[in-house]
């Protein structure tokens, strides 16, 4: 088996239970108390059983302390995949959508997902689905807009006739009659 990994000589068990007892972060306050346990003379097996985790785990604890310190103990954001998107294949996008679809060149009068995408992957190669291009899409600013539905045969000047007209925002009381006085 094995040496283990060594912490760090400019620590020990009370500062890191002082550290601890500041943290705001709930996993660094676990992984500070399961360390100062180590510094303290206790195995690594009763370091991890403190902490709830494996014997690998603590020792991925000892290194990244080592490393970085109290602040190497900070549960991070996974970063997540890389975007399908780069910044200049989002500028293309929206400078594609800035100057709008030419019916000629592109054979629609407006733009759909299923267009962009199309678009997306003959220019630049880049295959993106419909649902991660209306994400993309939305974090630029675009929203759906559709034009609300006209019947071809409407007659513009007999809608006034249907609208209704809105009641006041307030009404009078009536007078008090004799009876209630």
Not at 62 to 89: C, M, S, T, Y
Request: charged share 25%; with cysteine; proline share 8%.
């Amino acid at each position: 088996m094995a040496a283990p990994v060594p912490l760090r000589s400019d620590f020990d068990a009370y500062g890191l239970r002082t550290l601890a007892r500041c943290a705001r972060d709930p996993a660094q306050t676990r992984r500070l108390l399961a360390l100062s346990a180590i510094y303290a003379g206790g195995s690594r097996s009763a370091a991890a059983a403190l902490g709830g985790v494996g014997l690998q785990t603590v020792r991925d604890w000892v290194v990244a302390f080592n490393a970085h310190g109290p602040d190497g103990l900070i549960g991070g954001k996974a970063p997540g995949a890389r975007p399908r998107l780069n910044v200049e294949q989002r500028e293309a996008l929206r400078a594609l959508i800035e100057q709008g679809p030419m019916p000629a060149a592109h054979g629609v009068v407006r733009w759909r997902l299923v267009d962009l995408a199309q678009i997306l992957f003959e220019d630049h190669g880049v295959s993106v689905s419909e649902q991660t291009l209306s994400r993309v899409l939305r974090a630029l600013g675009y929203r759906k807009l559709s034009a609300r539905p006209r019947h071809h045969a409407q007659d513009p000047d007999a809608i006034p006739a249907f609208k209704k007209p809105s009641p006041p925002a307030w009404r009078r009381s009536r007078r008090p009659s004799a009876a209630s006085r």
